[in-house]
Antibody
Framework: QLQLQESGPGLVKPSETLSLSCTVSGGSVSSTSHFWGWIRQPPGKGLEWIGSLYYSGSTYYNPSLKSRVNISVDTSKNQFSLKLTSVTAADTAVYYC??????WGQGTLVTVSS | EVVMTQSPATLSVSPGERATLSCRASQSITSNLAWYQQKPGRAPRLLIYGASTRATGIPARFSGSGSGTEFTLTISSLQSEDFAAYYCHQYNKWPRTFGQGTKVEIK
């Protein structure tokens, strides 16, 4: 059974880089049949798609975040990762990883604060 | 980008009643629409994809309809576990976008 688990710091300082990983079990990030993505949800608000990656190398990002975001895959660890640079308080959210936006991780809260 | 607009923002319904949620796309997305249910503190759960196909394990009381720009999620007889937030999501074009959500609450 496919499972995804987010991990990373729960607190990031303003202007620094938010880095999260998603560990996949029960499936392979090398699969060319699926895309791997990140979605976030600020406290009390709706869902925002951040970006998606196909193993073939294609990546797609939310235009509002494109200048600050990078999604990559590490096949040796069966993980994919999110990096968001120059964070502000507006980036405080629960961050979810997902496969095909069908199977989701449980989410991890990242707070941006000094 | 495709803007997804859901209505109403909040829907008050009694258990056993029917609930109808709407989602409108700013341009045609054919049938590339999904519906998610989200309970507090939980990840979203896929209910419907392809506008009308129930995901694995989803009860038959959930049904989706529509194509193009107008879509509907119907819950035929609300159960206690159905009180939650619901989001529509288009996957026809990049960037992917979500509606702002409809909260279904107990009347």
């Amino acid at each position: 059974q496919l499972q995804l688990q987010e991990s990373g710091p729960g607190l990031v300082k303003p202007s620094e880089t938010l880095s999260l990983s998603c560990t996949v079990s029960g499936g392979s990030v090398s699969s060319t049949s699926h895309f791997w993505g990140w979605i976030r949800q600020p406290p009390g608000k709706g869902l925002e798609w951040i970006g998606s990656l196909y193993y073939s190398g294609s990546t797609y990002y939310n235009p509002s975040l494109k200048s600050r975001v990078n999604i990559s895959v590490d096949t040796s660890k069966n993980q994919f990762s999110l990096k968001l640079t120059s964070v502000t308080a507006a980036d405080t959210a629960v961050y979810y990883c997902a496969r095909d936006l069908v199977s989701w991780g449980q989410g991890t809260l990242v707070t941006v604060s000094s | 980008e495709v803007v997804m607009t859901q209505s109403p923002a909040t829907l008050s319904v009694s258990p056993g009643e029917r609930a109808t949620l709407s989602c409108r796309a700013s341009q045609s997305i054919t049938s590339n629409l999904a519906w998610y249910q989200q309970k507090p503190g939980r990840a979203p759960r896929l209910l419907i994809y392809g506008a009308s196909t129930r995901a694995t394990g989803i009860p038959a009381r959930f049904s989706g309809s529509g194509s193009g720009t107008e879509f509907t999620l119907t819950i035929s007889s609300l159960q206690s576990e159905d009180f939650a937030a619901y989001y529509c999501h288009q996957y026809n074009k990049w960037p992917r976008t979500f509606g702002q959500g409809t909260k279904v609450e107990i009347k």
